[in-house]
């Protein structure tokens, strides 16, 4: 089935730094979203983007919606341990109206 | 809360038993749909419903049944249970995916033994 490629797979950065992870695809998205999980726990929306080329903010976090709509970024601004946790992408291609597809996830672990 | 909860929360099943478990909301969202997590695969859609006795396959559907005979329970069935069936499973409702995405529960672990 569809998978969306998202990198790096995981990485550790000290607490403090900047983080950059991003999701692409051969597909063309209406929509992408960026959901958090921590352990144990189901997901939790972060960010939604709505068109290309949209920049949108969640206090030290980043995303934007790629101009050419097969990708997106999310940055997070001076990392702090409660960080850490499995950062998801997902997609809503133009062919499914109530269906997201989702990244293989980052793992994040910042080292205090 | 997000007003989604799964039932149970953790299960240790034998291979070829049925196994049932729960998603149920109080939101009254149209939408609820189940996906496992596997590593190495992020989330997989198993199955999705757009209203009552309205439901849908998705990727990974081969070996799992849904139903939802009303609008606050999905059921996903594991009608005989193989060890490859091992997952986490997680519930996510939404009132409107193109707008707002989804709201997922905390997540059933499953053990096929």
């Known amino acids: 089935g569809q998978q969306l490629n998202q990198s790096p797979q995981s990485m550790f950065i000290q607490e403090g730094e900047d983080v950059s992870m991003n999701c692409t695809s051969s597909?063309?998205?209406?929509?992408w979203l960026w959901y958090k999980q921590d352990p144990g726990e189901g997901p939790v929306l972060l960010i939604a983007?709505?068109?290309?080329?949209e920049l949108t903010s969640n206090g030290r976090l980043t995303a934007q919606f790629g101009i050419t709509r097969k990708d997106s970024f999310l940055n997070i601004s001076a990392s702090i341990p409660s960080d850490v946790g499995i950062y998801f992408c997902?997609?809503?291609?133009?062919?499914?109206?109530?269906?997201?597809?989702f990244g293989t996830g980052t793992r994040l672990k910042v080292l205090a | 809360d997000a007003g989604i909860t799964q039932s149970p929360r953790h299960k240790v099943t034998e291979t070829g038993t049925p196994v049932t478990l729960r998603c149920h909301q109080t939101?009254?969202?149209?939408?609820m749909y189940w996906y496992r997590q596997d590593p190495g695969h992020g989330l997989r859609l198993i199955h999705y419903?757009?209203?009552?006795?309205?439901?849908d396959k998705g990727e990974v559907s081969d070996g799992y049944s849904v139903s939802r005979s009303k609008t606050e329970d999905f059921l996903l069935t594991l009608e005989s249970a193989t060890s490859s069936q091992t997952s986490v499973y997680f519930c996510?409702?939404?009132?409107?995916?193109?707008?707002?995405?989804?709201?997922f529960g905390s997540g059933t672990r499953l053990t096929v033994v």
């Open positions: 996510a409702i939404s009132e409107s995916p193109g707008v707002v995405g989804y709201t």
């Open positions: 597909s063309i998205f209406n929509t």
């Open positions: 983007l709505y068109k290309a080329g």
């Open positions: 997902a997609g809503r291609p133009t062919s499914g109206t109530y269906k997201y597809i």
């Open positions: 939101e009254n969202h149209r939408y």
């Open positions: 419903s757009y209203g009552v006795k309205d439901t």
